[in-house]
Structures are given as C-alpha cells and as structure tokens.
C-alpha cells in the first residue's frame, strides 16, 4: 500500500512512511484496511489498485499494489436546494476557529458542550461539514461528510479549512457569538447602547438578527481586518492553483469514499 504524504500525519510515528506492507486476509475490504492503518475515510480520495480506481468495499488480492489518496484540494461539498455555500458544525474544542469561520460569513454552528452522538446528529440532520480533530469522530459510519482540521493554532487551522474548501466568504455579516445573521444598522438608532469612546471612535456595521449584538469595528478592527485579508488570499490561492475536479471524474463522491460501501 502506498500512503499519499498528506495522509502520513494519521499513521503511528513508527509506521510514518509512504511505503506500508499490509497483510491480505482475502476478505477484509480496503477501506478497512486504510482505517486500520489509522486514516480515516473521510480523508481519503482515490483509490486505486494495480493503476485501476476502486471503491473501498474493494478486495485487495496477495501482491495488489494499492495507492491512497487524500481527498482533492478544493473538495467539493454537496449543496442543498437553494443553498450557495458550505454549512459547518465544529467540534467543542475548536471555539476560537468557529469565532474566525463566522468573521467570514461561513455558516458555522458550534457548541461547547455536545456529545460526539449529538454532533453526528446535527451535522446530518442540517448537512453541515462536521470539522473535528478527533478521528475517532470521523471513523463513525453514521456520518455524512467530515473533515479533520489540520494545526494547533487557529491560524493554522483557518488556513488549512479555507484551502480545503475555498468556501465563498462574505466577511462581517455574521454574528461571531451566535452565527445569526447581521442586518446593517445605523449608528444613529444604536447609539444609545454605545459608550461614548465607542460613539465617537467606530462606525456601526451591523446588528445580529437573532442575539441582538451589535458590532462595529472596534479595538480589535485591524486584527480582524487581517484575519479577513489573509483568508480571502488563502481562498484565492486555493481557486487559482486547483481549480475544482473536473465533473465526470470517476471514483468515490465529493465527500470523500463513501464510507457506507466499507
Ligand atoms: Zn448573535
């Protein structure tokens, strides 16, 4: 079996090398066999045995040469009627990350406190990329379509989902507290709520349509004006330089290989 380097990441350190000689029982599928090697298979993209593109309920035979790759960059997600971007959930530990996906628009739902069996719940019920960096998590066969977040920092992580995705951003219409929409709002009708440095100093852009927030650019205005720049540039990057998968590509769905068929 040959691990595609952008997957290593997912094996033992001691087993951490692209070149893996895997035992061959006859009946263990392939995807059980990737799993078992620690990727899970919402990571994975192509499969390929002898140069041939199969699914993961594949049967590897004694001498197949096997080759795992991860899933395409930008990877598709599929969208529901009348939706025109990708809807996130995050797992609890990924708070500051859900704060940063909602400064850019992203449709990000986040809890601290659900359980893995909720989370897979949401996500399906709402067709929401489950983001996690619990492959536990992503090893459930229940799950419609996960994805784990590469980095300890936000930025890192930020990156990596905004060069995995290239989701459309519309940065500061979303409330970072909530993921409620925001409506413009004039300084005027707020300013009774305001303090008087922030009255004279900020300009008022909106209001949350479900917690009532209101936000303006404030203290933290070109910090966050950063963090804006720096993700419209990643998404560009990503666009430019892998322009989405052809259509008609063969091989397992957008999602990753389909996880039902293992
Ligand atoms: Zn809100």
Same mark, same amino acid.
């Given at each position: ?5 952008? %997957? ?22 392939? !995807?059980?066999? #990737?799993?078992? %090697? ?5 990571? #994975?993209? *192509? ?12 049967? =590897? ?7 795992? *790759? ?30 940063? @996906?909602?400064?850019? !628009?992203?449709?990000? *739902?986040?809890?601290?406190? @659900?359980?893995? =069996?909720?989370?897979? #719940? ?8 489950? %983001? ?13 379509? !996960? ?25 500061? +219409?979303?409330?970072? *507290? ?5 409506? =413009?709002?004039?300084?005027?009708? #707020? ?17 949350? +349509?479900?917690? !009532? ?36 590509? =063969? ?12």
């Amino acid at each position: 079996m040959r691990v595609a380097p952008e %997957l290593l990441l997912f094996l033992p350190a001691a087993r951490r090398r692209e070149e893996q000689a895997v035992a061959c029982d006859g009946t263990s599928t392939l !995807g059980h066999l #990737v799993e078992a %090697l620690g990727v899970p298979l919402p990571e #994975v993209g *192509a499969l390929t045995a002898d140069g041939v593109r199969v699914g993961p309920s594949h049967q =590897p035979s004694p001498g197949e040469r096997v080759e795992v *790759a991860p899933v395409p960059r930008p990877q598709p997600v599929p969208l529901e009627p009348g939706q025109d971007a990708p809807r996130f959930l995050l797992d609890v530990h990924l708070g500051t990350l859900a704060r940063r @996906m909602r400064l850019l !628009g992203l449709d990000t *739902a986040y809890h601290n406190d @659900m359980d893995d =069996p909720a989370l897979v #719940v949401q996500a399906n019920e709402e067709r929401r990329v489950l %983001l996690t960096q619990d492959r536990g998590l992503l090893r459930r066969r229940a799950l419609w379509f !996960g994805a784990y977040v590469r980095g300890a920092r936000p930025d890192d992580q930020l990156r990596d989902l905004l060069d995995r995705f290239a989701p459309p951003l519309s940065p500061w +219409t979303r409330c970072t *507290a909530c993921n409620g929409p925001l409506v =413009p709002v004039g300084k005027e009708e #707020v300013a009774p709520e305001l303090a008087d440095g922030t009255r004279r100093s900020y300009d008022v852009y909106g209001r949350c +349509t479900e917690c !009532g927030q209101v936000y303006w650019r404030g203290a933290h205005g070109g910090h966050l004006e950063k963090i804006v720049q720096e993700a419209a540039r990643t998404v560009a990057a990503a666009r430019a330089a892998r322009p989405a998968s052809s259509p008609g590509a =063969p091989g397992p769905g957008a999602g990753g290989v389909d996880s039902a068929a293992s």
